[in-house]
């Protein structure tokens, strides 16, 4: 009975291991598409120094084009999983693009950047472990959401 037990947990070990291996061909692509930077939200807005170093350290590498891939993105399943919230970020909002947005989207999307973070939706709580320094103080809450108000109100003034 110990014998063919081992049989069978020596044979789900060599077929997971070989579903592993061929997992590793199946690769989504991890794209940086070229970026216009007269296109970029550090062109478009007026951005302090603390709301770019929060944007690099917590939400650029899934709302820009400029994505640091780490490691564990080469290694499927895990790759399929970062591949897929990266362009699902990118979809949302793209600080790279943000010169495609209209008036609307921008105020929309200033907005929305202030509440996501007010409710420690982003950046994601699968994002920061991996990424220390990533997780936002109540401090750059704080700046951000000024920043995104001071923004919004000097959008609609012009």
């Known amino acids: 009975m110990k014998s063919r037990l081992l ?9 997971a291991a070989a579903v592993f291996v061929l997992a590793q061909f199946a690769r989504p692509a991890k794209t940086n598409p070229a970026t216009d930077e ?23 590498d899934c709302h820009s084009n400029k994505t640091r891939w780490p490691w564990y993105s080469n290694v499927a399943p895990v790759s399929w999983f970062v591949i897929n919230h990266v362009d699902e970020g990118r979809r ?5 693009e943000w010169g495609r947005y209209t ?8 907005k929305q ?11 994601l709580s699968s994002y920061t472990p991996m990424h220390p320094g990533s997780k936002l103080s ?10 995104a108000g001071a923004e919004s109100a000097r959008i609609a003034a012009q």
């Open 92 to 96: 949302q909002l793209n600080f790279s």
């Open 138 to 147: 109540t401090e750059d809450v704080k700046t951000l959401c000024d920043w």
């Open 38 to 60: 007269s296109q970029t939200i550090n062109a478009r807005l007026q951005l302090t120094p603390q709301v770019g170093g929060s944007f690099d350290r917590s939400c650029n």
């Open 7 to 15: 049989r069978v947990l020596k044979w789900v070990v060599i077929v």
């Open 103 to 110: 008036q609307r989207d921008v105020e929309g999307m200033l």
């Open 113 to 123: 950047i202030c509440r996501e973070v007010k409710s420690s939706s982003m950046p």
